[in-house]
């Protein structure tokens, strides 16, 4: 008879346990690894506009992003990535909303790919039907978000995606509206956090940024 394997241990042998945390010691590696390859190849490829859209503001641009299928491929990828590992592949999300406008860009594809719904949160008067409201302050005023009241059923797992965390306003709205229809809010995710503006600081969930202005080695140009 030929001698036994880890593979083939009885489930309370304890080698077994052994074999099962090396198993997956070695994978959470492999994707960590991958995620920071993931992470340098996307940072490389954001562009700087100084001056825009007033003088003295300057503008990181994520369209190249997408305009390109294989960094689009790599960015879902390395969210997919983040949300695995935070998560596991049986606490996923149930729903990722994305935010008007730039988190229509990318939500609906992380979505797909985690096998969950996507639901909008849009500007105040865009959604039929009946909706949630939450305001939030702008430099210049006040804004309002909605969200379809039918659009996350009670105890459903949400993750909010947004392009940037700036001031944090907007994200903070959207995560009262998933409460508001009893959703649990896992998180927010974001491709770029501008931090000197300090926006998570407004935040009651985890949060998690793909990349940083102020991030070494960034090649942003």
């Known amino acids: 008879m ?8 009885p489930r309370d042998h304890p080698d077994a346990a052994t074999a ?15 995620l920071a390859h993931l992470k340098i190849r996307l940072h490389q490829s954001l562009r700087l506009f100084p001056d825009f859209p007033i003088p003295g503001v300057p503008f ?16 879902i990828r390395a969210l997919e990535l983040h949300l695995v590992n935070s ?22 594809s992380l979505a797909l790919r985690l096998g969950a719904g996507f639901v909008p949160i849009r500007k105040k008067g865009k959604l039929p039907g009946l909706t949630e409201t939450a305001g939030f302050k702008k430099e210049y005023g006040e804004d309002f978000f909605q969200i379809q009241k039918d659009g996350i059923k009670p105890g459903q797992r949400v993750v909010v995606v ?13 995560g009262s509206l998933v409460r508001k229809l009893g959703g649990t809010l896992l998180g927010y995710m974001f491709v770029l956090e501008l931090d ?7 935040l009651d969930a985890p949060i998690y940024t793909l990349l940083s ?3 070494q080695g960034a090649n942003i140009t």
Request: aromatic content about 4%; hydrophobic content about 30%.
């Open 162 to 174: 947004d392009d940037i965390i700036a001031t944090g306003g907007s994200a903070a709205a959207a």
């Open 2 to 9: 030929p001698e036994s394997t880890s593979s083939h241990l």
């Open 20 to 34: 099962q945390v090396s198993r997956h010691s070695t994978a959470s590696s492999s994707s960590t690894s991958e």
């Open 60 to 75: 990181v641009d994520i369209l190249p992003l997408f305009a390109n299928p294989q960094l689009h491929k790599d960015l």
């Open 213 to 215: 202005s102020q991030e």
């Open 87 to 108: 998560y596991g592949e049986h606490r996923k999300p149930d729903i990722v909303v994305g935010l008007d406008a730039r988190g229509f860009l990318f939500g609906p």
């Open 196 to 202: 000197s503006l300090k926006g998570r600081d407004k």
